[in-house]
C-alpha cells in the first residue's frame, strides 16, 4: 500500500545553477486548458530503495468534480491491485490485494502528506496546471510581478504555509505572454529540510486537433521524486493512450469483503 501513498505524496529535491531576479510586466498562468473529461492511461514504474514496481494507471477525470483510477501491476500478467475515487471533499481508497479500503477527508490527506491535496490539485498535475497557482499577485511574497530565471526557466514562488512553493516554466523571452509549458514544480518546507518534494513534466505534445480544442497541449511524461528522512522514491508516468469525451461512469464498490483501515501514524 504504501507506494499507493508515495505516488501522491510528492516527496523529492533538486538544485540548480545560480538565480538571477527579473521584472515581469504582467505575471499570469499559463492559459487554462477548456477541457471537461479526460480518460487516460499511463505505464508507471515505481522505484523505492532497489525495488522496481511496473504498473499501470488508468485514469478518468470530471473537471473540478471526479477523479476515478485503477492501478495494476505487470506481474507477467496484468492485475488490478488499486482503485480509488476522489470526490471534493473525500478520497475512496481500495487496496485490493489486501482487501483493505481506506475513506479520507481531503482535508485530513492534506495534513497527512504536508502538501495541498485535492480534486485541483491530482487534475492539475497530470494536465500540467501548476499544483497551486504561484503566479498570482495576491501569493507572491516579494510583490506581483518578481520572478527568478533559473537555468533559463522562469520561477515564480510563492508560501502555502507551510510550505514553499516554486513553478518553473519554459520562457523563451521574459515577457509574461511567452510563458510556455510548466517544467518543475519544487515543494519544500523552511521547518522540515529533510522532505522537498519535486515533479516534472516533460515531452508536451500538440494535442489540440484530437481533443477538438479541450487541450492544446499534454504532458506525455511526468516524474515525481521522493525524499524523505527515511527512504527515496521515484514514479516516473508515461501517457499512452487518451480521450477527451464525456465519461458515463466511475465504478466504484466496496463488498463485505473489505476491511476498513485507518491511515498509519506518520
Known amino acids: 500500500m504504501k507506494p499507493l501513498f508515495t505516488l501522491v505524496a510528492l516527496l523529492g529535491t533538486y538544485t540548480f545553477a545560480q538565480?538571477?531576479?527579473?521584472?515581469?510586466?504582467?505575471?499570469?498562468?499559463?492559459?487554462?486548458?477548456h477541457w471537461t473529461y479526460f480518460?487516460?492511461?499511463?505505464?508507471?514504474?515505481?522505484?523505492?530503495?532497489d525495488q522496481v514496481i511496473p504498473a499501470t494507471l488508468n485514469?478518468?477525470?470530471?473537471r473540478d468534480s471526479i477523479v476515478w483510477f485503477t492501478v495494476s501491476a505487470n506481474m507477467g500478467i496484468q492485475i488490478q491491485v488499486a482503485k480509488g475515487l476522489l470526490l471534493r471533499d473525500t478520497l475512496h481508497?481500495?487496496?485490493?490485494?489486501?482487501?483493505?479500503?481506506?475513506?479520507?477527508?481531503?482535508?485530513?490527506?492534506?495534513?497527512y502528506l504536508s502538501i495541498p491535496v485535492g480534486v485541483k490539485?491530482?487534475?492539475?498535475?497530470?494536465?500540467?496546471?501548476p499544483l497551486v497557482d504561484t503566479c498570482s499577485r495576491q501569493t507572491l511574497p516579494n510583490g506581483p510581478f518578481d520572478a527568478v530565471l533559473s537555468n533559463n526557466l522562469l520561477c515564480y514562488t510563492t508560501q502555502?504555509?507551510?510550505?514553499?512553493?516554486?513553478?518553473?516554466?519554459g520562457a523563451p523571452t521574459l515577457e509574461a505572454s511567452d510563458l510556455s509549458q510548466l517544467r518543475l514544480t519544487e515543494i519544500s518546507s523552511p521547518n522540515n529540510q529533510k522532505d522537498k518534494a519535486a515533479v516534472e513534466h516533460n515531452q508536451w505534445l500538440d494535442v489540440s486537433k484530437?481533443?477538438?480544442?479541450?487541450?492544446?497541449?499534454?504532458?506525455?511524461?511526468?516524474?515525481?521524486?521522493?525524499?524523505t528522512a527515511q527512504e527515496t522514491a521515484q514514479v516516473d508516468l508515461t501517457l499512452t493512450t487518451a480521450r477527451y469525451d464525456a465519461i458515463p461512469s466511475y465504478p466504484f464498490k466496496i463488498d463485505d469483503s473489505y476491511k476498513r483501515q485507518t491511515l498509519p501514524l506518520k
Open 93 to 111: 481508497l481500495a487496496d485490493i490485494y489486501h482487501k483493505e479500503y481506506y475513506v479520507v477527508p481531503v482535508a485530513d490527506a492534506s495534513r
Open 121 to 129: 490539485q491530482i487534475q492539475n498535475l497530470f494536465v500540467g496546471q
Open 19 to 33: 538565480a538571477q531576479t527579473v521584472q515581469v510586466e504582467n505575471n499570469r498562468l499559463p492559459q487554462d486548458n
Open 210 to 227: 484530437e481533443s477538438n480544442g479541450d487541450f492544446k497541449t499534454l504532458p506525455m511524461e511526468l516524474k515525481i521524486t521522493a525524499t
Open 160 to 169: 502555502s504555509d507551510p510550505l514553499l512553493i516554486k513553478s518553473h516554466f
Open 59 to 62: 485514469l478518468r477525470m470530471k
Open 39 to 49: 480518460t487516460g492511461r499511463y505505464d508507471i514504474s515505481i522505484k523505492s530503495g
